[in-house]
């Protein structure tokens, strides 16, 4: 079992920047590929960044790309999201994620085993 836990959200203007992070215990951290995905109030959860056990592969969705970093480090069992120039459509509640994988990055939910309990993002205009 994997326990995840996020954590950095908070309240930004609009051209901001906030890092989240997703801390992890429960399995070896570096067998997961991680992911971050987003839900605002009456949407479906999306993806928006994953990240293979390595760190060697990362994929981004197209409305975050060129504004969003994700990244990993092993020795510390957490993986983050840097978000930069965010905008009033990035609040959302913000789930990290998690799979046993080697190598592997995975953009649908569906692939995912672990789930954390989510840290809001609001960004005002």
Not at 13 to 33: E, H, K, P, Y
Not at 34 to 41: E, I, Y
Not at 51 to 61: E, F, M, V, W
Not at 75 to 92: F, G, H, I, R
Request: aromatic share 12%; with cysteine; hydrophobic share 35%.
């Amino acid at each position: 079992q994997v326990q995840l836990v996020e954590s950095g959200g908070g309240s930004v203007q609009a051209g901001g920047s906030l890092r989240l992070s997703c801390a992890a215990s429960g399995r070896t951290f570096s067998s997961l590929a991680m992911g971050w995905f987003r839900q605002a109030p009456g949407k479906e959860r999306e993806f928006v960044a994953t990240i293979s056990s390595d760190g060697a592969r990362t994929y981004y969705a197209d409305s975050v790309k060129g504004r969003c970093t994700i990244s990993r480090d092993n020795a510390k069992n957490t993986v983050y999201l840097q978000m930069n120039s965010l905008k009033p459509e990035d609040t959302a509640v913000y789930y990290c994620a998690g799979v046993p994988a080697y190598g592997g990055i995975f953009s649908a939910p569906a692939h995912y085993n672990y789930w954390g309990q989510g840290t809001q993002v609001t960004v005002s205009s």
